[in-house]
């Protein structure tokens, strides 16, 4: 279960996560909101496996989601480097 | 389009904000380009302006880094572009054009000079149940911890070749978070061993070797295992990780398993570009070739820092220097003896660093580590899910593919959203392996990065 380290930020923001509320904070990544809370897997591959993170610099892919704020079109982003955004909603897989 | 910049930085790292420090102060119109929000790279990657942390990256190793981040963030002339990512170079007659894509959609720009400081990449090491969620690069952990003040998971098992998973761990502990063991591959004789092939040079006080045996006693002084000729074999899990397992039969439970076995350039804009490479021998993958002003082979377009070759901060620091220098010696904005003066303390510089750059590379060798630790059902294209089994029937297959872009066209290997990033390394050592000649690797393509064609029709 990963957790965040004490630090002083703004009061948090939600986000929807496959439909489900989820509590983040203004301008961490995507990434870190669905780590932190307790959700790892962001898809699963041809043979039905889990996948998650795993470079966290934009490099592998591995984070893609697919993202909608208000006001754009939905949009498949790398989760590591797409800072939250209240009303954001987003569909793992 | 925005007019022609006098200079374009691909990366806001080291290299690059040296280079812009220089540029800038020389008058030159300077652009900036990079994926992250903020300045600094990987080895400073910041926390969002939203969040306050206190006492951010202390110690030495980051006191002067830091230094210079501030001093470029703070420079008048920089044109800085965070949030995009760079997609393509062209060459053109004047300069060269560059393609880019963020938030607000594509840019095009052109510069007269363009200095690629992209960095490097945790090497991806493919063995059984790599593909789990928990298991991730060690950088990538690093950089939850530094930039978004998440510890991301509760228990934690570092293993690899490369020193830098001690400083990872013992970061990870001061972040409050319990690292249940730190395993070197190789054994404490041969990382000794190779230091003794040179037994006078770490006496000169290089920050990593001094670093990465501070944390080892910050480690052992809090009971965290830190052993040695423990081989990583296969990570175990259903739906996430749940234990890491070694060659010697033990296995440790964990939720994070994160590998640290060496970096690779980010080169993937140069190759595509057409600029002359070398391939690094003991983690794969492909560093620019240089000329001593840091220039590639193709005119105008410069390289410096890790993209020429993983060497670290410091060196990659002084070969952005160098890459300005040299555009204010083309630009006649500088004589040849000017040019050579100012250079010449940061040759001196470089040439004791990039000493002790070599022997951490010869101590981190990954290449008897990782021999061997595929399977046949384990994946090594992460993006297609092609196994190694896989492409081993494909190799065989009558007439099979001559070199690593022929076996991604019938595998599937390579032709994912990473561009082949993950799975290069491993299929050119598997065409080795098999009599093939592996060549130079996938043949890069555009986009560098993945982009939606939306964007890039305008």
Not at chain 2, 139 to 162: N, W, Y
Not at chain 2, 276 to 289: D, V
Not at chain 2, 438 to 444: E, I, K, M
């Amino acid at each position: 279960m990963s957790r965040r380290v004490a630090s002083q930020h703004p009061g948090p923001i939600l986000i929807l996560v496959d439909g489900a509320e989820v509590i983040a904070l203004p301008g961490e990544m995507l990434a870190s909101a669905l780590l932190a809370a307790d959700k790892p897997v962001f898809r699963n591959d041809l043979e039905g496996k889990a996948r998650g993170m795993f470079c966290n610099m934009g490099t592998c892919g591995e984070c893609f989601v697919t993202v909608e704020v208000p006001g754009r079109p939905a949009r498949r982003l790398r989760a590591c480097l797409i800072p939250v955004e209240p009303g954001m909603k987003v569909q793992r897989g | 389009m925005s007019g022609m910049f006098d200079l374009a930085i691909v990366g806001g790292g080291p290299a690059g904000q040296a280079a812009a420090e220089i540029a800038c102060a020389a008058g030159l119109s300077v652009v900036m380009l990079d994926e992250q929000p903020r300045m600094g790279g990987q080895i400073l990657r910041q926390p969002p302006r939203s969040l306050k942390v206190r006492d951010w990256l202390p110690g030495v190793t980051y006191r002067d880094l830091k230094a210079q981040l501030h001093r470029a963030e703070a420079l008048d002339g920089l044109d800085w572009r965070g949030g995009v990512s760079v997609l393509g170079l062209f060459p053109r007659p004047d300069g060269l054009r560059l393609l880019a894509s963020g938030r607000d959609g594509r840019q095009i720009l052109e510069a007269r000079h363009v200095l690629v400081a992209a960095g490097c990449y945790d090497m991806p090491v493919a063995f059984p149940g790599w593909t789990l969620p928990g298991v991730m690069s060690a950088g990538g952990v690093q950089a939850f911890i530094k930039s978004q003040q998440i510890v991301p998971g509760s228990r934690f098992v570092l293993s690899g070749t490369h020193p830098l998973q001690l400083l990872v761990a013992d970061q990870l502990r001061k972040a409050g978070a319990e690292v249940a063991a730190v395993h070197f591959a190789q054994s404490m004789a041969a990382m000794a061993g190779q230091v003794l092939r040179d037994p006078l040079l770490p006496l000169g006080h290089p920050r990593p070797f001094r670093d990465a045996a501070a944390a080892f006693a910050n480690l052992r002084r809090a009971g965290v295992p830190v052993r040695f000729g423990q081989r990583l074999v296969r990570a175990r899990g259903s739906e996430r990780l749940e234990a890491a397992e070694f060659a010697d039969g033990t296995t440790i439970a964990c939720d994070v398993l994160a590998t640290c076995y060496g970096f690779l350039p980010q080169a993937d804009l140069l190759r595509q570009a057409g600029c002359a490479m070398q391939r690094c021998a003991r983690t794969g993958g492909f560093a620019a070739k240089v000329d001593r002003w840091q220039c590639t082979s193709i005119a105008g377009l410069g390289a410096a820092g890790e993209t020429t070759g993983v060497a670290g901060a410091e060196v990659a620091l002084r070969e952005g220097r160098l890459a300005a220098i040299g555009v204010l010696l083309s630009d006649g904005l500088l004589s040849e003896s000017e040019a050579e003066g100012r250079a010449a303390p940061i040759r001196r510089e470089l040439g004791s660093l990039q000493r002790f750059a070599d022997l951490l590379a010869r101590i981190a060798d990954p290449r008897e580590a990782i021999a061997g630790l595929a399977d046949d059902a384990t994946i090594l294209c992460r993006c297609e899910d092609v196994t190694r089994g896989a492409l081993i029937r494909a190799i065989s297959a009558t007439a099979g593919p001559e070199d690593a872009s022929a076996l991604k066209l019938v595998s599937r290997a390579g032709m994912g959203v990473c561009q082949g990033r993950s799975c290069e390394h491993a299929v050119r050592a598997l065409l080795a392996e098999h009599g093939a000649a592996p060549g130079s690797g996938f043949t890069a393509r555009f986009p560098a990065r993945p982009v939606a064609i939306a964007d890039l029709i305008d």
